[in-house]
């Protein structure tokens, strides 16, 4: 460990982990042999990892133990950590839902008054209740919150939902969200005082804008009829204009863009009736905006 290593707690093992160590690698971040080991360097960026459980990194990052940390919000949230959010990271996306047994109904808030709702956050669901004026009892579960109805202890749950297979298999339905999450990078208040680590951490903030703009864009390639280059530049949803490219054969131009991640498939049938051929898709590793 350096001293003056910029140090970011990651979970060490759960749905958020492999996602951040990915998140730095697409930063050119080498992180090797991390197994079982609490504390890491990182051979080629002033930064060391430490591997902690989800729940306790807003209070080391609070405490100044790491300088910064990957985490949900939910956690962030319910530990009401004197933490600062520096950055979303756009993956873990997940939502705090209330649900109910199926067969039941729960369309509005005020439905709620009076039920008992099984939760892990009981302080966002807590903050929730004040907010809307319900009154409800809540019990707090630290783990398998959707089993909670069908053991009756419980008339609702209020529980993180993804894909809602969980609540599908234990017969409950989805009724709204209250708190919409995902990771996000937070930073100890205490680092400020230190510009060396202050400096590593811009840096590295730098490199995860252009890890994550990188991410929601492709590269496009592919060969054109020149006579149609005026249409398809019309099509084309590119982020900068198109580079238009002489080829051998002289009715044809290439064009290359980047073009936000998710277009290509819209455009992708009206390209081909334009003329469009060997259109190429890339993946982006880096893109500095
Ligand atoms: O051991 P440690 O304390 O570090 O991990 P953990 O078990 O507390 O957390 P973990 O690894 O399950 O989740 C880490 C973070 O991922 C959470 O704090 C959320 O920010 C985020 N996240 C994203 C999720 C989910 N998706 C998710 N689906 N966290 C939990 N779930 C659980 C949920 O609690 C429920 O049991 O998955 C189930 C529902 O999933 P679906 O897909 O069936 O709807
Ligand atoms: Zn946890």
Not at 6 to 35: F, H, M, P, T, W
Not at 168 to 174: E, F
Not at 180 to 186: D, P, T
Not at 250 to 278: C, M, Q, R, Y
């Amino acid at each position: 460990m350096e001293k003056n290593n910029l140090k970011l707690a990651v979970q060490k093992k759960g749905r958020l982990s492999e996602k951040s160590l990915n998140l730095l690698r697409s930063c050119g971040i080498d992180i090797e042999n991390y197994a079982e080991r609490l504390l890491v360097t990182t051979k080629n960026f002033n930064l060391d990892l430490l591997f902690l459980r989800d729940d306790d990194i807003p209070e080391y990052v609070q405490d100044g133990v790491a300088d910064i940390g990957i985490v949900g919000e939910n956690v962030i949230y319910e530990k009401e950590k004197d933490v600062e959010v520096v950055k979303k990271l756009g993956f873990g996306k997940c939502k705090l839902m209330m649900a109910f047994p199926e067969g039941k109904t729960l369309d509005a808030v005020d439905e709620i008054n009076g039920k008992i709702i099984a939760t892990s956050y009981p302080k966002i669901l807590g903050n929730f209740l004040n907010e809307n004026n319900v009154k409800a009892d809540i019990i707090q579960l630290s783990g398998s919150v959707e089993i909670a109805p069908s053991l009756g202890i419980a008339d609702l749950i209020c529980d993180i939902v993804s894909t809602g297979n969980t609540l599908k298999m234990n017969k409950l339905k989805k009724s709204f969200p209250i708190f919409n999450s995902e990771a996000v990078l937070i930073k100890s208040k205490k680092l400020s005082d230190d510009v060396v680590k202050s400096n590593i951490l811009d840096e590295l903030c730098s490199r995860i804008d252009s890890a994550l703009t990188a991410k929601k864009s492709k590269y496009l390639m592919m060969n054109i009829p020149k006579n149609n280059l005026k249409t398809i530049l019309e099509i084309i949803p590119s982020l900068k204009s198109p580079t238009v490219l002489p080829l051998a054969d002289d009715n044809l131009v290439a064009i290359h863009a980047v073009i936000p991640n998710d277009t290509f498939w819209d455009i992708n049938t009206l390209l081909k009736e334009n003329g469009a051929s060997g259109i190429l898709l890339l993946p982006i590793d880096n893109m500095i905006v």
